[in-house]
């Protein structure tokens, strides 16, 4: 018994020596025959076989696209350019300057406007009136130059020849200057105050000064239009009496239109100054007047 169990042991382990080698061979089979990298840099493929390396070195010829010459690269350009920059700028700025310009042109007309509708509307006007030498006067007799216009009376004492001198002395000096303007007086005493009356007492002041007269309509007529205030006081034993009146001279544009005004504390140079203003500004607008409707 014991015999056959060593015999069987003994058959067993030579069995086992037999076979060992098989599975390890076997495992190996299925290790290495799987391909693991490239060894060589020339393409070669390295395969485990099943016992030893094989080394299987085969050149590779390289794709003839491969070596064709790469084409330089071409600069990407985005959407926005100093090109597109620079347009649209110029573009940008021709817009912003039309619209100044309509819009100058619009604010224009509206001053204008404004100026006819309101300005004219509180002082100014025409007269139809009677000058010094007994002709009919008109105040469309006057357009086309400068006019100083002064009211008050002919037996005034004191206060309208202060101001008919101080007229004639900014007539003089606006003529010096060559600007040239109209002076006028308007009697608010038309009782009193005839064609000779006038005639007599404006040439007291300047050789150019006109002097207008009428009946008590025209008078009124021509006061209210400037809103000039104008009442007589009582008389006295000698059937004298003072009338009280606005102390203004009036500036008057070529147009015929209320421009400024000046009362007893302007003086001539004060007058001088703002007259010459006011006529710079007339041909200025005038010359934009002008230049607008050629355009």
């Known amino acids: 018994m014991k015999y056959c169990s060593a015999n069987l042991l003994f058959n067993r382990n030579s069995a086992f020596r037999r076979l060992a080698p098989r599975l390890i061979t076997i495992r190996q089979t299925n290790f290495n025959d799987k391909l693991t990298k490239s060894q060589n840099p020339s393409y070669g493929i390295r395969l485990f076989s099943l016992n030893k390396w094989h080394n299987v070195d085969e050149k590779l010829e390289r794709p003839a696209g491969l070596d064709r010459p790469k084409m330089p690269e071409k600069k990407k350009v985005g959407p926005i350019s100093w ?15 039309f619209y100044y310009y ?17 300005g004219k509307a509180k002082i100014g006007g025409s007269f139809d009136l009677i000058d010094h030498n007994g002709k009919p006067a008109k105040s469309e007799d006057f357009h086309g130059q400068w006019v100083l216009l002064y009211f008050g009376f002919t037996h005034c004492p004191d206060i309208c020849p202060e101001e008919m001198e101080k007229m004639a002395e900014v007539v003089d000096i606006l003529t010096k200057s060559k600007e040239q303007v109209q002076p006028l007086f308007i009697s608010v005493d038309p009782e009193r105050d005839g064609v000779k009356e006038v005639a007599e007492y404006v040439k007291e002041f300047h050789p150019r000064l006109i002097g207008l007269t009428g009946t008590v309509e025209m008078v009124k007529d021509a006061c209210k239009g400037f809103r000039v205030y104008y009442s007589a006081g009582p008389k006295d034993d000698d059937e004298d009496y003072i009338v009280d009146h606005t102390i203004i001279v009036y500036l008057l544009n070529p147009d015929g239109e209320f421009v400024d005004y000046y009362g007893q504390t302007k003086d001539k140079d004060m007058m001088s100054s703002s007259i010459m203003i006011h006529m710079a500004k007339y041909k200025s607008d005038q010359k934009k007047g002008l230049f607008s409707l050629g355009s």
């Open 102 to 118: 309509a819009k100058g042109l619009k604010e224009e007309a509206i001053a204008n406007e404004r100026k006819k509708t309101i």
């Open 83 to 97: 090109f597109n920059l620079g347009v649209s700028g110029i573009i940008v700025g021709v817009m912003m300057s």
